[in-house]
Structure formats: C-alpha cells, structure tokens
C-alpha cells in the first residue's frame, strides 16, 4: 500500500499536479482501495477541523508583514545596508545574502518569501561584481531558509498546531539554532573564497561613516521582531494577537516612511492572498490524507512497527532523519510537514525525545530539503527570479550549503541545548 501511495505521489507530481490537489487525490484512492468506508463523506469535517483553529490566523498575518515591507522597498534598503557592513568580508555580497535573509526572516516566517525578496534584490549584483554566479545564487536560495527558522516561522507555527506544542516555546527554540546557521552559512562562504578567491567577486568599499549612516536601515525588521516576540514574552499578546499588532506595526513604519499608498497595500493583499490559499490548500489535503491512512491502517501499523522492530532510540532517530532527506529530495516541504509529523513526532516522543527539540530538527531537515535537487523548492524560486540559464546550476550552488545544514544537524543532535536553552530558561 505504502508503496502504491509514494509511487503515485511521484508520479502525480513529476506531471506538474498540483501538490494539493495531488494529497487529495492520493487520499481518495487509497480510500476507495484499501477500505469499505466512505471516508469522502469525512472531508466537510476535515476540512472544518483543520482551518478552524485560531492560530492559523497568524499565518496571513505573518505573510502580510513581510509583504508589506516587501512591497514599500524598505527590504531592498536593508539589502543594501547590509551590504555595508558585510562586504568586507571574503565572498562580499553573498554575506549580505545570508545577512538579509536573517533579519527579513525576522518579519517573514515564510522560506520561499525570504528567498524570493533577497534574491529579487541580489540578482542583479552577480555580473556587476564579478561573482561566481552558482554559488552566489545558492547563498541565496541557503539565506531563504533561514525563513522557517528564525521566528516568526510559518512552519514551526504549523508543527505547533499539528502537535500540540507551545508556539512561544518554538519560537525561542528557534531564536540561537537560526543565529548559529547563519553564521555556519557565512563561514561556509568564506572558506570557499579563501580556497577559491576569485569565486567572491569585487570587495564593496565603504566608509565607516557610510556604514553608521546606514544603520536606520536595520530598524524596521528588529521594530517588528521586537513588537512580535516582546508582545508575547511579555505577556500581554497570544501568538495570534501578536501577529495582528505585528501587522498593525508594519503599517505604521510604512506610513511613517511616507511609502503607504494605495499600490503597496494592493499588491501586499494579493500576494498574502496567494500564499495563504496555497498553504491552507496543502493544510488541508494533507490532513485529509492523514485521515485516509489512518482509516486503511497505515498509521496504527508504522507506529507498531517501529516499536515491534525493538530499536534503541538513537537508531530510530538516524532512520527518521535518513527518511526526511531522502522524502525531501521528492516532496514540497510543507506538505511532506503536514503528512508525516503526527506520524513520526508522537513515536519519538514516546521514546523520551524531547517534542520542542523535535520540532527544531524537522525544521532543520525541511531547510535542507528545500535546497535539496530535485524538488527543492528555493531552488526554483531563485531560478525564477534570476529569468536566466538552468536550474542546474543553482542546484550545483546549493551543494556546499547543504553540507552546511547536514553540519548543523549533528551540532543539534550533539549539543541539544542549543535548541533548547532559551526555552528551559524561560520556563
């Protein structure tokens, strides 16, 4: 059966099927196969269930936040800004790279947006400066990762709501992990330049006075972060509250920068409106598959499994993380998210793995599957923005960011307070 359904959703997506509509299908079919009940007749219920909890609310918000910021042309000065301060360094703007996506993820929460806003920016610097343009565009579509790391993450809220976890206490596990990947990514970049120097381009020069004039520019994104993450730490705002005041807050420092206009808040609402149908859709089909593997008896089964095979935890572990990068070699992120965590969390946990640490892991592990060939999703997002050439070569540019990420996930695993120190000491 197990079989049957990866088979078909290969297939299904090779042919350029829409993933939702793809989950879906796969649901319907493994229904009217391997079991007698109608369990169409269960998709008004599924449906209801998975858009009515309220923190999904914060997923458009979170999205219209950096749409907002997107769409005023304040990234694009803290593109620059960044710049400034990091060119010096071997591998120039691929730093800036890495560096905007920080602090735009900071505002994003989503993987794909982060990517597309630093990549709409940075394009066009390859041939001016002389960079290597793989690896210049592999930082990019690395920096997009940071995205669904570094808080407010669209993703973590999402393993939040599919486990039961405390959104809060995601979103401080994965304060230090994000910081620490991309200074992994930085040094990544400058040990290639070192090796290859001419792969770094021409070094930007600047004036100390030049880089303190640009300073204003890092304000908007560590406003909001602060008005989001403080809201609730403080006590005075629900995740879902303070994704609202983080809105209201973005509307404001636009207004406040005269770049409120009836064209900014067109074109914010429609991409919000995009990317949230597409994410609620996934939400939804995945939840519907869910479901259906569930009523055939794939769930019970691969939980009986797994504890019939007798493994020490440890080994179960490196199996799962083994079965992640290979799923994310073939399967958009957020939908491979959806399906297999209530699957795979509730039987690590059960075997004394911590559900919050848990959560940082998988989220290391899509990052690394979405610069992953062939499916990798950044990858084409880059590649779409650059308008030129073979996707070929971002997926060459991604290699040295992917081990960068497989670095990443050892040190979580060797060293689990870096995810989970913020979080004990909060508590």
């Known amino acids: 059966m197990i079989i049957y359904a990866v088979s078909l959703l290969l297939l299904l997506l090779a042919l350029a099927i829409p993933v939702a509509a793809t989950l879906g299908g796969i649901g319907l079919l493994l229904?009217?196969?391997?079991t007698p009940l109608p369990i169409h007749r269960g998709v008004g219920e599924i449906v209801w269930a998975a858009v009515s909890d309220p923190l999904l609310v914060t997923i458009p918000m979170f999205?219209?936040?950096?749409?907002?910021l997107l769409r005023s042309g304040i990234a694009a000065n803290m593109y620059r800004s960044v710049a400034l301060w990091l060119s010096w360094l071997p591998g120039g703007l691929m730093h800036s790279n890495i560096g905007s996506s920080a602090l735009f993820a900071a505002?994003?929460?989503?993987?794909?947006?982060?990517?597309?806003?630093?990549?709409?920016?940075?394009?066009s610097e390859i041939d001016k400066h002389g960079y290597n343009e793989r690896l210049f565009l592999g930082s990019i579509a690395a920096g997009g990762t940071i995205g669904i790391m570094i808080p407010p993450s669209i993703n973590l809220i999402v393993y939040g709501v599919l486990t039961d976890t405390s959104i809060p206490q995601l979103f401080l596990a994965g304060l230090v992990p994000g910081i620490l990947m991309s200074l992994v990514f930085i040094t990544t970049i400058i040990l290639i330049c070192l090796i290859k120097p001419g792969y770094g381009g021409d070094r930007i020069q600047a004036t100390f006075a030049e880089r303190i004039a640009a300073l204003p520019d890092f304000l908007p994104p560590i406003f909001i972060f602060a008005i989001v993450i403080g809201s609730i730490y403080a006590g005075v705002a629900t995740p879902t509250e303070s994704a609202a005041l983080g809105t209201f807050a973005s509307l404001v420092l636009v207004a406040f920068k005269r770049r409120l206009n009836w064209r900014v808040l067109a074109m914010a609402a429609q991409g919000t409106m995009k990317s949230t149908a597409m994410i609620m859709a996934i939400i939804i089909a995945a939840k519907f598959l869910n479901f259906a593997l569930t009523a055939v008896g794939f769930i019970g089964a691969?939980?009986?499994?797994?504890h019939g095979i007798g493994l020490d935890p440890f080994p179960t572990l490196l199996i799962i993380i083994a079965f992640y990068l290979v799923l994310g070699m073939f399967m958009e992120t957020l939908s491979m998210m959806v399906i297999t965590v209530p699957i795979v969390v509730p039987v690590l946990v059960s075997m004394g793995y911590d559900a919050i640490w848990l959560g940082i892991l998988i989220i290391l592990l899509i990052e690394t599957a979405m610069i992953t060939p062939p499916v990798g999703i950044n990858l084409f997002v880059v590649q779409g923005v650059r308008g030129r050439g073979s996707v070929a070569d971002l997926m060459i540019g991604a290699i040295p960011f992917v081990a960068a990420l497989m670095v990443m996930i050892?040190?979580?695993i060797v060293v689990p307070d870096i995810a989970l120190w913020l979080p004990n000491s909060s508590g």
Do not use: N, R
């Open 31 to 34: 229904g009217w196969q391997f």
């Open 63 to 68: 999205i219209m936040m950096g749409e907002i």
């Open 107 to 123: 505002v994003s929460g989503s993987s794909v947006a982060t990517a597309a806003t630093i990549g709409t920016v940075a394009v």
């Open 302 to 306: 691969f939980k009986s499994t797994i």
């Open 410 to 412: 050892v040190l979580i």
